[in-house]
């Protein structure tokens, strides 16, 4: 799926912004918390607590979208290293597989026999492929508690690039889904920001490499990602 020029000016340009103001914002988002805490026992009292509740939900939420907008503005001098596919991967793996177990999700990675090594900003890497396992694990917690999850993750070559293939059996996408899906701010989750894969794409083809995804609605998602190897 191309991601049109108007889309990443779009995406340059709420990088510069949000960095100039996310601090601004911020101050006067830890302000509201704070005294909705100390609200919190009044409100208790008249039985409203739920009040108090979603507005620290909302500010959380506020937050967090600040957070992931000053990650993907900031300055970016890649610190660039020469890595293993595999040991990247498996770092990824191990922060993720004990929530994947709660969820009763099962991650399995194919072991390679030689090393793959790639030059990327290890860092980024991780980011993008933490994105996609949790949107895999959310995929797969939509289908409830019975559905016996799976997260597969391999990796292949070919003369010029290295293939990471990340797929799930969770809930797929329709059409209008897999059409935006990189847009910013594009989600369909009640508390998502809808910028994980934007700025993963956009990681991504800053490395050279580019991200494909193939979905079956009901079935389930493949993703690939294709970075130069060495
Ligand atoms: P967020 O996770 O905050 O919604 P993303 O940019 O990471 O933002 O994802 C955008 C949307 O793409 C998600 O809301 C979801 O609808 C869809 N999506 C991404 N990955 C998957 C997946 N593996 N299975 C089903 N839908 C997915």
Known sequence: IEQTAYQNDKLAMLGK???SIAHEIRNPLTAIRGFIQLLRPHLL????DEYAKIIMMEIDRGNDIISEFLNSSKPT???TSVIDVSSLLKDVVLLTESEALMNGCQITMQDRELPLYISVDAKQIKQVILNIIKNAMDAIADLGHNHPGMIQIHTEQDHKNVQIHISD???GMDNNTLSRLFDPFFTTKESGTGLGLSVSYRIIKNHGGYIYVDSVLGKGTDFMITLPHN
């Open 169 to 171: 059996n969770g809930k």
């Open 77 to 79: 001098s890649p610190q």
């Open 17 to 19: 912004i949000s960095a």
């Open 45 to 48: 009292q008249i039985g409203k």
